[in-house]
């Protein structure tokens, strides 16, 4: 594998930043080797840009593409490396060059202490309003130099049990009906399917799924309903289909059809575009069954085990997302999985060039492992 | 410190109950010496009754006592042991007797793991549905045996500041305006003082207290007033003399009236009696400003945190309180204490015959140290 100095480059003004940049060096080179262990530590991020490569050509309800562009981050602390990532589907307003500008105003060298997380991740949020991947990057190489610090995983820091991680789902893409099989065909190792619906094709869709295998479903509408009526004709339609739960039925803006919806549904319902952190969890209550948390909506780790809890006191079931991302991300949020209804930690499988190994899925299940930090098995 | 075999003698039924029984032992019996560590090792929970001694005799709104019940427990694992306490005032319903007959249900050694920390609790709470000290006990000594085998204290591994621990307010009972004098000379160590109100006597406690100091004070009206109007304009007068925030002003099974006051009142109010665990935490949204968490009516530090990250989301304030307990509890709520606005864990300071040392407060601030676990300093 090889790093593309050429992307490195498009990211602007970063020699200027005051931040030691990794971007020319290979990866290896996020190795520990040559560190020398020192009492007076202080943290330092790095970050490079890397572009990942799609498998196939990606399409939800609203665009369609074929790479998506990353940040991957370091912090390095007294010998020790955590690895974190921000992944950056064009649809959500980062890109490399923001990332890059955000991530060279974060300085960490002013915390004596990297377990002050609370005080780390409120000044990295402090420092822009958006930027929540970018944040996230920061988030999960914390958390990784944490849990390697501690020496645990932080599946068990949280106390959670890897014995009740779920099978993830793994997505069919809205497609021509011969690619779409041979998609699923592809997918035989997954045990739960996610379909992308909200177009005029949804009932073709799933009639060309159920064609081939009559494996549980899961759909993400992507907010593609409008009508509320029509929504809930669908979602009885679904269930008689074997359909297990709904994501995003309506627009996010509907928040009382999507009540009206819930209150109705013969599925649970899942919000997805309307969460971005714990504020929208709180919005949610009383208008979905429960919500999606995605590590690089919500700045991480922290906020999304936050997020978590509180949508478990408010009564809300919990599914755990993704972006197309490496590893490195999809781990992490993988430490979390042991509490959630269902997962959707895909994202790392439909990559052509992951640079690191980790959390697997084995026989369509989450498969967290023992190493410490978020996972990573392989960098 | 001598242990009254009579007083453990009184828990019956402890020897069949197939838990080995600390209760004969000396406290010292309790360290680490002459425990094998081993691979293989299984968790194992003790316990022992303890009786504090009050300094005062100790009274609110309701009754009058000079001793609290409390156990005295630990889990020993691979050659390391964890503390745990319950407290058992005797108006939450818990006693020597009820906690021994919990205890002794509780069987630990099916877990492998002490980390499996979300299923050790919910086991532990599915035994009964009351005993909510009883079950503290057994939550806070798992803490503790967790966070020496990270080797960090909880307030690390939450990832809390401890420059960021609160003044604690310190207790002033309700009593005769000479030995309320007194008492607020002996508190002089403390920046903020509380004052239990909820009589016929409240103005005149304020006013005696006003004639001998003008430190912040927090009132703890223990749902002493019934009547809303009268609530409020109380809350206007205490604001004028200074006092900070108000405790459970009127009695929790009266949400609507304490909802009305908050709305109106100049200073916060906070639920206490209105809170036991996270169903109460949103209930009590909207009708409080803020919640007061107790580890023994909450079931332990980790649902306390997550009452606290839920009340935060929720935009509500916390404090955090205690029972008359030794170091043990209060140096395990006091893990939480950076990330409350105020705190009142003053329980060990108004007993003789503490059997432990630990958090300490230093010229009135919570001050934490950092032995892993709870930080307990010495056992």
Same mark, same amino acid.
């Given at each position: 594998?090889?790093?593309?100095?050429?992307?490195?480059?498009?990211?602007?003004?970063?020699?200027?930043?005051?931040?030691?940049?990794?971007?020319?060096?290979?990866?290896?080179?996020?190795?520990?080797?040559?560190?020398?262990?020192?009492?007076?530590?202080?943290?330092?991020?790095?970050?490079?840009?890397?572009?990942?490569?799609?498998?196939?050509?990606?399409?939800?309800?609203?665009?369609?593409?074929?790479?998506?562009?990353?940040?991957?981050?370091?912090?390095?602390?007294?010998?020790?490396?955590?690895?974190?990532?921000?992944?950056?589907?064009?649809?959500?307003?980062?890109?490399?060059?923001?990332?890059?500008?955000?991530?060279?105003?974060?300085?960490?060298?002013?915390?004596?202490?990297?377990?002050?997380?609370?005080?780390?991740?409120?000044?990295?949020?402090?420092?822009?309003?958006?930027?929540?991947?970018?944040?996230?990057?920061?988030?999960?190489?914390?958390?990784?130099?944490?849990?390697?610090?501690?020496?645990?995983?932080?599946?068990?820091?949280?106390?959670?049990?890897?014995?009740?991680?779920?099978?993830?789902?793994?997505?069919?893409?809205?497609?021509?009906?011969?690619?779409?099989?041979?998609?699923?065909?592809?997918?035989?190792?997954?045990?739960?399917?996610?379909?992308?619906?909200?177009?005029?094709?949804? /009932?073709? %869709?799933?009639? #060309?799924?159920?064609?081939?295998? @009559? &494996?549980? =479903?899961?759909?993400?509408?992507?907010? $593609?309903?409008?009508?509320?009526?029509?929504?809930?004709?669908?979602?009885?339609?679904?269930?008689?289909?074997?359909?297990?739960?709904?994501?995003?039925?309506?627009?996010?803006?509907?928040?009382?059809?999507?009540?009206?919806?819930?209150?109705?549904?013969?599925?649970?319902?899942?919000?997805?575009?309307?969460?971005?952190?714990?504020?929208?969890?709180?919005?949610?209550?009383?208008?979905?069954?429960?919500?999606?948390? /995605?590590? %690089?909506?919500? #700045?991480?780790?922290?906020?999304? @085990? &936050?997020? =978590?809890?509180?949508?478990?006191?408010? $009564?809300?079931?919990?599914?755990?997302?993704?972006?197309?991302?490496?590893?490195?991300?999809?781990?992490?949020?993988?430490?979390?999985?042991?509490?959630?209804?269902?997962?959707?930690?895909?994202?790392?499988?439909?990559?052509?060039?992951?640079?690191?190994?980790?959390?697997?899925?084995?026989?369509?299940?989450?498969?967290?492992?023992?190493?410490?930090?978020?996972?990573?098995?392989?960098?």
């Amino acid at each position: 594998m090889t790093y593309k100095r050429r992307d490195f480059m498009k990211t602007a003004g970063l020699a200027a930043a005051g931040v030691s940049i990794a971007g020319s060096q290979r990866l290896n080179a996020f190795s520990n080797k040559n560190i020398i262990k020192g009492n007076n530590s202080k943290m330092e991020l790095t970050f490079k840009p890397y572009t990942l490569q799609l498998k196939h050509v990606f399409t939800i309800a609203t665009s369609s593409r074929t790479t998506t562009p990353v940040m991957l981050t370091r912090i390095q602390y007294d010998g020790i490396t955590g690895y974190g990532e921000a992944s950056m589907p064009p649809y959500l307003g980062e890109t490399h060059e923001t990332a890059a500008a955000f991530l060279s105003k974060v300085d960490l060298s002013q915390f004596a202490d990297p377990f002050d997380i609370e005080n780390i991740l409120e000044y990295v949020d402090s420092l822009a309003e958006k930027n929540a991947a970018a944040k996230a990057s920061v988030d999960i190489a914390l958390h990784d130099l944490i849990g390697k610090m501690i020496g645990q995983p932080w599946y068990k820091i949280w106390g959670y049990d890897k014995n009740k991680t779920p099978n993830t789902s793994f997505t069919i893409g809205i497609d021509k009906p011969d690619v779409v099989r041979q998609k699923v065909k592809e997918a035989d190792e997954f045990k739960v399917l996610k379909v992308k619906l909200g177009r005029d094709t949804d /009932k073709e %869709m799933i009639e #060309t799924i159920r064609l081939v295998t @009559n &494996k549980p =479903l899961v759909v993400d509408v992507n907010q $593609g309903w409008t009508d509320k009526e029509f929504a809930l004709d669908m979602v009885y339609w679904l269930k008689e289909k074997g359909i297990l739960m709904v994501e995003q039925p309506m627009p996010k803006e509907m928040r009382d059809e999507n009540a009206w919806l819930t209150e109705r549904s013969p599925l649970p319902t899942f919000a997805d575009e309307a969460i971005q952190r714990i504020p929208e969890v709180v919005a949610a209550y009383g208008a979905y069954s429960g919500i999606n948390i /995605k590590l %690089m909506k919500c #700045t991480g780790m922290r906020e999304a @085990n &936050k997020m =978590l809890n509180l949508a478990r006191s408010l $009564g809300m079931k919990v599914m755990i997302g993704c972006m197309t991302e490496t590893s490195c991300a999809i781990s992490a949020a993988a430490q979390l999985s042991p509490m959630v209804e269902f997962a959707d930690l895909d994202g790392n499988l439909l990559i052509g060039n992951d640079p690191y190994e980790g959390v697997r899925v084995i026989e369509g299940r989450i498969t967290l492992n023992d190493t410490p930090g978020i996972g990573l098995t392989k960098v």
